[in-house]
């Protein structure tokens, strides 16, 4: 028998991954390139009947590769109930008030926002202002930031207090 969802929390914890990503599209046909091998801190790949699409470090794609280069990665720290209900409208809401296009992610233990460079600061500030908390990877903070430094539109140093995801 089936378990009643859970209706995700208020407020979720979200960490800017330090390396960029890029979205990769490639023909159904093709086999799973080789580079996708060398990605270390992001790799995922889906074989659908129109499409291969991968998304990795941006730093393995090859330069011919027909990419979007540039996107950010926020996870949701996790790992997370398979039956949690809400988790990307609690996010994607406050982000498309602010037209923040996004590209959604989820896996066994998370769920991951793809947001591109350019859209960072106002992702972070439409995140924040709807109560979530979003931190800089420790290789990523902004100058002078420490890891558990809070990030925000105005890059507080604001102290974080867990909670549930």
């Given at each position: 028998?089936?378990r009643?969802p859970l209706?995700?929390?208020?407020?979720l914890?979200?960490?800017?991954?330090?390396?960029?990503?890029?979205?990769?599209r490639?023909s159904p046909s093709?086999?799973v390139?080789a580079?996708?091998a060398?990605?270390?801190e992001f790799?995922?790949v889906?074989?659908?009947?129109?499409e291969?699409s991968?998304?990795?470090?941006e730093?393995v794609?090859?330069p011919a590769?027909?990419?979007?280069?540039g996107y950010?990665?926020l996870?949701v720290?996790?790992?997370?109930?398979l039956?949690?209900?809400?988790v990307?409208?609690?996010?994607?809401?406050?982000?498309?008030?602010?037209?923040v296009?996004?590209?959604?992610?989820?896996?066994?233990d998370?769920?991951?926002l793809?947001?591109?460079?350019?859209?960072?600061?106002?992702?972070?500030?439409?995140l924040?202002?709807a109560?979530?908390?979003?931190?800089?990877?420790?290789?990523?903070?902004?100058?002078?930031?420490?890891r558990?430094e809070?990030a925000s539109?105005?890059?507080t140093?604001?102290?974080?207090q867990?909670?549930?995801?």
């Amino acid at each position: 028998m089936a378990r009643p969802p859970l209706v995700s929390p208020r407020t979720l914890s979200l960490t800017v991954l330090a390396e960029p990503v890029a979205l990769c599209r490639l023909s159904p046909s093709e086999p799973v390139p080789a580079w996708t091998a060398e990605a270390r801190e992001f790799l995922t790949v889906s074989r659908t009947p129109t499409e291969l699409s991968i998304v990795a470090d941006e730093s393995v794609v090859p330069p011919a590769a027909d990419a979007q280069r540039g996107y950010r990665v926020l996870r949701v720290e996790g790992p997370l109930p398979l039956e949690l209900v809400g988790v990307f409208a609690a996010m994607a809401g406050p982000l498309a008030a602010m037209n923040v296009p996004i590209f959604p992610i989820a896996t066994y233990d998370t769920d991951y926002l793809l947001v591109h460079d350019a859209m960072l600061e106002r992702a972070i500030a439409a995140l924040t202002s709807a109560g979530h908390v979003v931190r800089y990877a420790a290789t990523d903070a902004p100058s002078g930031a420490e890891r558990d430094e809070v990030a925000s539109g105005s890059r507080t140093g604001a102290s974080h207090q867990d909670s549930p995801a």
